[in-house]
């Protein structure tokens, strides 16, 4: 709705209009319309950039702000910003950033930034490293299967029998022709890195035929069977939405992924560099400009850039290969957890 109410032409050419707004319009893909028209045709004259707890009323990290005042026409000036959304005592940061904690930014430069994201905050060296090939470029990204009713279709792993579940299944073929019921079902999950969260399984007996046949009482189909080439290969993938940082994990061969567990497809030879970029403060620096939310989106993944040069690869990979076998020791596979039939 404050969408709408900011493309509202109501104000005279070269006048003036204020507002507060939710921050998500800075950011999300689906407000780059917006963000076209502001860019192109309106100018900011100055942002006060809130984020979460701007009110004592709203607790919590989910409403986070932005007050703004735009010129109802693009002369090509400097706008002012002040960036207060790690602040926790943000009038006192105000007015301290009023006399030296300026930034500046004229409308062109977010042209430079994927989806013309407001990253305002940043730097010429961060625009040049957005010129790099972006990780959609290097492999797949796909979001998962929906299954229309987590309580009828999911279980945890300990809650069947486990002599009817798959636990290796190469591919499609191989996982109906195995006559199993369940299969590992990677959905999201806690903030962890490497490996791990793997509590679930899905009902995808006969290539997932109940879930590909579940309907609501009008015949309309509840499911969504998404990315169903990438079921069972061996993968990266990350938890959809995160309170903290971004956590990025392996997925060996013999898992079906959820919508909210959504994956990253590359050659073999470049697996484990990937996984360790992902999983790096330089993904998460990027993704502050393209997610600061708590929503890390298949459209935000993809756009994170990818530097590959030699010595960083090696040691790169050498890193995540330690890293994953410490979390294989002290973290185990759902295989390896005690088993207790219960059906």
Not at 99 to 126: C, G, I, S
Not at 131 to 136: D, R, T, V
Not at 260 to 267: D, K, L, N, P, W
Not at 308 to 336: A, D, F, G, Y
């Amino acid at each position: 709705m404050f969408a709408m109410f900011m493309e509202t032409n109501f104000v005279k050419l070269s006048g003036f209009t204020s507002m507060i707004n939710m921050h998500s319009w800075m950011f999300l893909a689906s407000f780059q319309k917006l963000r076209d028209d502001i860019i192109l045709n309106k100018e900011i004259v100055t942002m006060l950039h809130l984020g979460a707890r701007a009110f004592d009323t709203i607790p919590g990290e989910v409403v986070q702000t932005v007050a703004h005042i735009f010129r109802n026409a693009n002369i090509g000036l400097q706008g002012v910003y002040f960036r207060l959304v790690n602040s926790t005592d943000k009038q006192e940061d105000f007015f301290d950033h009023l006399n030296n904690q300026r930034l500046y930014a004229t409308m062109d430069k977010y042209l430079e930034v994927p989806k013309h994201a407001f990253a305002y905050w940043a730097t010429e060296k961060d625009l040049q490293d957005f010129s790099y090939p972006k990780l959609k470029e290097r492999g797949e990204i796909s979001q998962g299967l929906i299954t229309g009713s987590v309580d009828l279709f999911l279980k945890y792993w300990f809650e069947v029998n486990m002599e009817k579940i798959n636990f290796h299944a190469g591919d499609a073929v191989d996982a109906e022709n195995s006559g199993k019921k369940w299969f590992p079902y990677n959905k999201g999950g806690e903030y962890r890195k490497w490996r791990g969260n793997d509590d679930y399984v899905v009902n995808w007996e006969n290539n997932g035929f109940a879930i590909k046949h579940f309907v609501d009482e009008k015949g309309k189909l509840r499911s969504r069977p998404q990315g169903t080439k990438h079921y069972f290969e061996d993968v990266i993938t990350w938890t959809k939405i995160s309170t903290s940082t971004l956590s990025f994990r392996h997925k060996p061969t013999g898992y079906i992924s959820s919508e909210a567990g959504m994956t990253i497809s590359v050659q073999e030879s470049e697996k484990k560099y990937i996984l360790g970029l992902c999983n790096s403060k330089v993904a998460s620096h990027f993704l502050e400009f393209l997610s600061p939310t708590m929503n890390y989106e298949l459209g935000d993944i993809e756009e994170i850039p990818v530097c590959v040069t030699l010595h960083v690869v090696i040691t790169m990979v050498h890193l995540v290969i330690v890293s994953i076998t410490i979390i294989r020791v002290t973290v185990p596979s759902m295989k390896q957890l005690p088993i207790q039939e219960r059906l």
